[in-house]
């Protein structure tokens, strides 16, 4: 498996501009999470999924942001209109969701700058 | 409120010697806890998990150990190489399979 592959890797946007973040988690795992990372806030758990299934979006900001899973292989995180205080990394993760010791596995992020 | 607090300050050791990270939590009962490590413009690695009844867990040079009374997790790495720089981040594993992560540390091993 390729791992979690996440587009793009680098997106630089002007403010009040639609951007949407993708992933592809890996095949058979159940569970999808988004995470945002910023140097003050740390790594912030924003929404995740069950089986596609959106279960806690308690972490997502505003009604600005958006995350839909229409299928097990796909997932998109979409941010309209767009802050500059948005800029961060956001970061795909997928696991199994067995107890054993795999963990999570996390995509390489796409690097959002919004001006 | 929840909190998971990894030591902010970077960690500098000399290679050859035992790197120990901590984790301390409080307000959560967690049933799991992992470590991870992340390098620069990645994304976090998986490392190990470790169960609130096991007390240590070890692999290859990497040892875990989670105690619930402290409220505590310390991570240690054995003959520690200039290639194990890189920040390590706990996490701990509320309801329904979601992990908080802590701020991590960063680890800078010197030849």
């Known amino acids: 498996d390729a791992g979690v592959i996440q587009s793009p890797r680098h997106e630089v946007t002007e403010m009040g501009q639609e951007v949407t973040l993708r992933c592809k988690p890996i095949?058979?795992?159940?569970?999808l999470f988004w995470y945002r990372q910023t140097m003050m806030r740390g790594l912030e758990l924003l929404i995740y999924f069950n089986n596609n299934v959106p279960i806690d979006d308690s972490g997502m900001p505003e009604d600005r942001f958006s995350a839909k899973m229409p299928n097990a292989s796909f997932s998109t995180l979409k941010i309209q209109p767009s802050e500059p205080r948005d800029s961060a990394v956001y970061f795909c993760?997928?696991?199994?969701?067995?107890?054993?010791?795999?963990?999570?596995?996390f995509g390489s992020g796409t690097r959002l700058t919004v001006v | 409120s929840q909190k998971i607090e990894q030591n902010s300050e970077a960690l500098n050791i000399q290679e050859g010697k035992t790197a120990t990270l901590t984790c301390n939590y409080t307000n959560y009962s967690p049933a799991y806890l992992q470590w991870y490590r992340q390098d620069p413009g990645r994304g976090p690695v998986f490392l190990l998990l470790?169960?609130?009844?096991?007390k240590e867990k070890r692999k290859e040079r990497l040892k875990v150990t989670f105690d619930t009374t402290l409220k505590q997790s310390l991570f240690h790495i054995t003959a520690s190489q200039p290639a194990d720089s890189a920040t390590y981040l706990c996490a701990l594993e509320r309801a329904g399979n979601m992990l908080t992560f802590g701020g991590g540390t960063r680890l800078m091993v010197k030849p």
């Open positions: 470790i169960r609130e009844n096991e």
């Open positions: 993760a997928s696991s199994s969701g067995d107890r054993d010791d795999y963990g999570y596995t």
């Open positions: 095949s058979g795992h159940d569970y």
